[in-house]
């Protein structure tokens, strides 16, 4: 089966630094992808992870543990507009790349 | 230009009615998919279509019938409502190779669908 778990919610201030959390089981993996997703909008790729570490991009980073079937989207320097729910998802192998798995989301509210 | 246009973005219907949703690529991507998301925002795939031919088909009612007439495109009709199909339905594009060989979905802007 397939398990994908993230904090309900996180709440921050402006010009802070957040870490969200995943952790997830799945019968095979092909790679852990980010979502970003403000309300009433669609989803749209922040990272994607298949190899242990950490993977920078600007104010986004996104870490991956194989062994440990654990990963973290790390957002420094937070500004309002990164208020929206941030959504793990991972390819198990079994189907290959064309069926991610999400998990529920995370809202992060962002205050001043 | 939009990437992946899909319509119409509302839906409110009658239960027992029946209704379609269109949706439309112009990213040249050789994968599509229809995604529903619910109230409590878990989003969670129902089919999948590679270069026209159906791929994935993830336990969903055959209620739900989808049409990929070419790969730019991948329609959802649906028979006889029901209330718990009141939902935001994605439509998304992918194209193998294009991240790691994983490859990063394109979604529409989505499609909410309300049963009465």
């Known amino acids: 089966g397939q398990n994908i778990d993230q904090p309900t919610e996180m709440t921050a201030t402006e010009g802070a630094i957040v870490q969200i959390n995943c952790t997830y089981q799945?019968?095979?993996?092909?790679?852990l992808f980010w979502y970003q997703q403000h309300a009433g909008e669609a989803p749209t790729f922040l990272s994607y992870?298949?190899?242990?570490g950490l993977e920078e991009k600007g104010r986004f980073s996104s870490f991956l543990s194989r062994s440990k079937g654990y990963s973290y989207l790390l957002l420094k320097e937070l500004q309002m507009k990164d208020s929206a729910s941030y959504l793990c998802?991972?390819?198990?192998?079994?189907?290959?790349?064309?069926?991610?798995?999400f998990g529920t989301g995370t809202r992060l509210l962002v205050s001043p | 230009d939009t990437a992946v246009s899909q319509t119409p973005k509302y839906l409110v219907t009658q239960m027992g009615n029946d209704k379609s949703i269109k949706c439309e690529q112009n990213?040249?991507?050789?994968?599509m998919y229809w995604y529903k998301q619910d109230s409590k925002k878990f989003l969670k795939i129902m089919f999948s279509?590679?270069?026209?031919?159906?791929?994935i088909n993830e336990t969903v009612p055959n209620r739900f019938s989808p049409k990929s007439p070419d790969k730019a495109h991948l329609n959802l009709h649906i028979n006889s409502l029901e209330l718990g199909d009141s939902a935001v339905y994605f439509c998304?594009?992918?194209?193998?190779?294009?991240?790691?060989?994983?490859?990063?979905?394109?979604f529409g802007e989505g499609s909410r669908l309300t049963v009465l």
């Open positions: 998304a594009s992918s194209q193998v190779g294009a991240v790691g060989g994983a490859g990063e979905l394109f």
């Open positions: 799945t019968s095979g993996f092909n790679g």
């Open positions: 992870n298949v190899l242990d």
């Open positions: 998802a991972v390819a198990p192998s079994y189907t290959g790349f064309q069926k991610l798995v």
């Open positions: 990213l040249g991507h050789d994968t």
């Open positions: 279509y590679n270069n026209k031919e159906l791929i």
